[in-house]
Every structure is written in structure tokens, then in C-alpha cells.
């Protein structure tokens, strides 16, 4: 058992591959905040070498864009440090694009899509309060 939890948030409107793409990239900004969470390589009984996987589960929610407001206000009341992807980061093609695009709004502006979290399970718990289970 962990003493925190990850938890991915994501609007419930957004098309699959949207929903697979807010994860992927939001999983990333977890673990490139924090190494310590990738395991060691996977090998198999023939000897091919895998990339190795986060050491610790995912909770991937979903909320309507009201609810991911609250999430996220939440969690900057905490000082909890979050992975955002906001809607206008659909349109762009790398890294500093999507930047750019979060840099121009104020946080209680921001059209967030999704949103991940790494920190002690009660206050993960409190931060995402309403969220559902993705199913």
C-alpha cells in the first residue's frame, strides 16, 4: 500500500483518443516531476529488455468541466502541484506551443480537459471529491 495516490482527472465530454491522449500526457508530467516512480526495465524469458512502468497505480477519473474547475482550485488552495492540459493544446504541435497556450490565461480561466495529482491519499481524495471512476 502507498501513502499517496495518483489520480488523472479528465473531462467527460472528450472523445476517446482525446481521453487517451489528456492521460498519456498527464502521466508523464506525474512521473517527470518525480523518477523515483519508474521501476526497473522488464525482461522476458528470452532476454528482449522493456521500458519499465510506473511503480505505483493510477486512478483515472472523469467530471464535467465545472467539476474539473473545482478539482483544480482545490488543489492550488492545498499547494497541491498539478499536470494541466487545457482545450486550446488539442490545436498545437510540440511542447512549446502548449505552453504558450496556458501562459495567456489566468488559472480560473483556463478551459482544463484534464489533470493529474501525486500527493497523501486523504488529500488526493478531498481534491478529487466527485470525480467518478472512468468506466
Known amino acids: 500500500m502507498f501513502d499517496t ?3 488523472i482527472v ?3 465530454d472528450l472523445a476517446v483518443w482525446q481521453k487517451l491522449n ?5 502521466t508523464s508530467g506525474v512521473l517527470g516531476a518525480r523518477p523515483e516512480l519508474l521501476g ?7 532476454g528482449n529488455t522493456y521500458y519499465p512502468l510506473l511503480i505505483q497505480p493510477v486512478m483515472v477519473l472523469t467530471t464535467d468541466g465545472a467539476g474539473l474547475t473545482k478539482i483544480h482550485a482545490r488543489a492550488m488552495n ?5 499536470s494541466i492540459y487545457i482545450e486550446d493544446m488539442f490545436a498545437t504541435g ?3 506551443d502548449n505552453r504558450a497556450a496556458v501562459l495567456q490565461y489566468q488559472p480560473q480561466d ?6 493529474a495529482l501525486r500527493a497523501e491519499r486523504k488529500i488526493v ?5 466527485g470525480a467518478k471512476m472512468h468506466g
Request: glycine share 2%.
Open 40 to 46: 526497473e526495465d522488464y525482461k522476458d524469458a528470452a
Open 5 to 7: 495516490k495518483i489520480a
Open 110 to 115: 483556463m478551459n482544463i480537459v484534464g489533470l
Open 125 to 129: 481524495d478531498k481534491i478529487i471529491k
Open 78 to 82: 492545498r499547494d497541491v502541484k498539478l
Open 22 to 26: 489528456v492521460t498519456a500526457f498527464l
Open 94 to 96: 510540440h511542447d512549446a
Open 10 to 12: 479528465v473531462r467527460d
